[in-house]
């Protein structure tokens, strides 16, 4: 990010300076759209666009060198932040080729440090860092504090790039101060999220969150929409890495709708695969690559190769894991040819080389002047002896000025020696990085071993995995063909079986009515009861069967309904009319799902009470159901009191669902038809055990809107 140097005075309102141009001449007229400029360019490129081409056109036409080299800087930072970075390198150049030739050092260093900037979003972090440093030594030696944060800034954003976050932190945080000391709340966001963004990467997340509230504190008393994107994106990514992937959503769509506003290229391409990545981690994989798709236009219109390199990594990821062969053999050769393009354009090498390039050339500057003075003396030396000569009454004075002048000379030789002694040093600290530079070439050699190696490695995971893939597809046709053959085999068993068992049932009724042996008629009583649980079991089966292979309906759902239908339903249950049940619905609830289903759950938590309070001797027999929501699901819990079971784990709840007896064998495919449309109904059935004499069974469904 880059908020370009200028000496202009921004604290006037657009709408002031916009009536001030009407009337002014040229050269005010320049300074009053260099200020449009700076005010405009962050939320407003286009506006920004219009008066930086204003500029250079007077200033080319009145001739003055120092402002075109002004409004080339300014044209170039809007080109910045449009995501234009080719176009923008070429005018910071223009720009710098004119401050060179009338010597500017403002114009100078703002140049060296804009410059730097382009190539850090280039990937060219070797020639970043030079033109950055080459920058702060300008702004150092002619104490110019404007600007300086923005600088400190960019050199920490180089360092943080490859990973050394400490260095990094330390310009941030100088930059940090700076920004406070002088009131200026642009630099003060900038840094904040800068430091914010190393603790992400060391994954210090609670430290990292607390930088991007300060900076949306910040951004609330500033108008910096791409300042304040950058933090919505910050907190985001903190809520992606601790899984609260919704949220993290949320904040980069906020992200995302800024920089749409103020056509930020970079930020735009970067939300993008952001956002893709939480799609991949959700397992939607088509979304997933759709966004990717969109990151990867913008990132080569804006030439960002770093994020390129990103987006084919998660290329890969994806197209390995839903088996796209050819996609995937694409995307490995186009990672591998521009992670070598990198590494062959020395972005990650030799960064610590540039301090001491630059010391080099400071020191040779020193020796030259040193050697330029000793010439001048030796000159003014000459031209005393001869006045010397020519005037014998001063040879006194002469000899004096001429033991003062050696001593000057002696002195200067002395540091003319101390300048060599420091050129031996530097040659010496050359050749140690000619060493290095040979040990990286080794290295290189390694790399490239190895990465032959993992070819070899990953044709060979590529065999297992077609092999595996041919395995699991026939696992999953058997598996579905079983489950197919399981429903029909319930289906057709429960029809075959209904037959017989009405028979059976009809049978008793006419027993009951015509035996009159008491013994044969408990008998009756008895063949007659087990018959019609049998037959409960029975279409409790076939639900069961049926539930999976049903079509979904979305309608509204009216709870009271449902339970007071369920209730009726349930009516020839022994023991219901013992069951004090209580209601808390939430009100004006707009909850959308299929009715039969949820029909399906409330009656049988109704009878699965029944029958856990059929042994109690409690008198008071209760169950509640209520009806809540959250931000995400709708809560249904049903709590039973008094309940003869005590219910430590969920598994020994589901072991004692085993014992031989009836009601519980009753109870068993009751809460299994719970579990069945639960799961249809992409929710969770709880079990919360027994707590203060009440069993509760909470279910989680997804809300759902109207379709």
């Not at 430290?207 to 791409?226: H, P, S, T, W």
């Not at 068992?501 to 087990?530: H, Q, T, W």
Request: hydrophobic share 40%; charged share 25%.
């Amino acid at each position: 990010m880059l908020l370009l140097s200028s000496q202009v005075t921004i604290g006037q309102s657009v709408d002031s300076l916009i009536l001030q141009i009407e009337s002014a001449n040229e050269r005010d007229k320049i300074d009053l759209l260099h200020q449009l400029i700076v005010k405009r360019w962050l939320n407003y490129p286009d506006q920004a666009m219009f008066y930086a081409h204003d500029a250079l056109s007077v200033s080319k036409r009145i001739k003055d060198q120092r402002q075109i080299s002004k409004s080339l800087r300014l044209l170039a930072g809007v080109h910045y932040y449009k995501g234009d970075y080719a176009t923008s390198l070429n005018y910071n150049t223009q720009a710098l080729d004119i401050a060179l030739n009338i010597e500017d050092s403002v114009l100078i260093n703002n140049c060296y440090n804009n410059i730097g900037l382009i190539y850090f979003e280039l990937g060219s972090h070797q020639n970043s860092l030079e033109n950055l440093l080459r920058s702060k030594i300008i702004k150092d030696k002619i104490g110019e504090i404007y600007g300086m944060a923005t600088t400190l800034n960019n050199i920490g954003l180089v360092y943080n790039s490859v990973g050394d976050f400490t260095k990094a932190r330390e310009y941030f945080f100088e930059a940090l101060n700076l920004s406070r000391d002088n009131d200026n709340n642009d630099q003060l966001i900038y840094s904040l999220n800068n430091v914010g963004f190393t603790y992400i990467k060391e994954r210090e997340l609670i430290l990292a969150r607390e930088y991007f509230d300060q900076a949306l504190g910040v951004a609330k008393i500033i108008d910096n929409k791409n300042r304040e994107a950058a933090a919505w994106r910050g907190v985001g990514e903190i809520l992606f890495h601790q899984g609260n992937l919704d949220s993290a959503k949320q904040y980069y769509k906020h992200s995302l709708d800024l920089r749409n506003e103020i056509g930020e290229q970079k930020g735009i391409s970067e939300i993008y695969y952001l956002q893709a990545k939480i799609e991949y981690q959700q397992g939607n994989q088509k979304q997933a690559l759709e966004l990717l798709y969109k990151s990867q236009e913008v990132a080569h219109r804006i030439g960002a190769r770093d994020r390129l390199l990103e987006i084919l990594q998660l290329f890969m990821t994806i197209y390995l894991e839903t088996d796209q062969k050819n996609e995937l053999a694409l995307a490995q050769k186009a990672y591998i040819n521009l992670r070598d393009s990198l590494y062959y354009d020395g972005v990650y090498r030799n960064i610590s080389l540039i301090p001491v390039k630059l010391k080099e050339e400071t020191d040779k500057v020193k020796l030259l002047n040193q050697q330029r003075q000793i010439e001048s003396d030796q000159l003014r030396n000459k031209v005393y002896i001869g006045i010397i000569l020519l005037a014998t009454p001063l040879t006194i004075f002469l000899w004096v000025l001429y033991r003062r002048n050696k001593l000057v000379k002696d002195q200067l030789v002395i540091s003319n020696m101390d300048v060599l002694a420091k050129n031996e040093e530097i040659q010496t600290q050359k050749e140690v990085l000619v060493a290095n530079n040979v040990a990286l070439e080794s290295a290189k050699d390694l790399i490239n071993n190895q990465k032959d190696k993992l070819q070899e490695l990953n044709e060979e995971l590529e065999m297992k995995v077609d092999q595996r893939t041919v395995e699991l597809k026939a696992v999953n046709k058997e598996l579905r063909t079983t489950s197919l053959e399981l429903d029909n085999l319930i289906y057709k068993s429960s029809h075959d079986i209904r037959g017989p068992l009405v028979r059976i049932i009809g049978v008793c009724n006419l027993a009951l009515m015509e035996v009159k042996d008491p013994k044969s008629l408990e008998y009756f009583r008895m063949a007659d009861k087990a018959s019609k649980r049998l037959s409960n079991i029975v279409d409790k089966l076939k639900i069961v069967s049926e539930i999976n292979s049903r079509d979904f309906l979305n309608e509204k759902i009216d709870f009271m309904s449902l339970i007071n239908e369920s209730l009726k339903k349930n009516k020839y249950i022994e023991g219901l009319e013992e069951l004090k049940l209580e209601t808390s619905l939430i009100e004006d609830l707009a909850f959308y799902s299929d009715p039969s289903l949820i029909d399906l759950i409330i009656f049988n938590m109704i009878q699965n009470a029944v029958q856990l309070l059929k042994g109690s001797q409690s008198e008071s027999k209760k169950m509640k159901i209520t009806v809540t929501k959250d931000v995400e699901h709708l809560i249904l819990m049903f709590d039973v009191e008094n309940v003869d079971l005590v219910i430590n784990k969920k598994d020994d709840f589901y072991k004692v669902l085993t014992k031989d007896d009836d009601d519980q064998q009753s109870l068993g495919i009751g809460l299994y038809t719970v579990k069945q449309c639960v799961q249809k109904l992409e929710g969770e059935l709880l079990l919360l055990g027994d707590t203060d004499n009440v069993t509760r069974f909470t279910i989680n469904l997804p809300l759902r809107v109207k379709l």
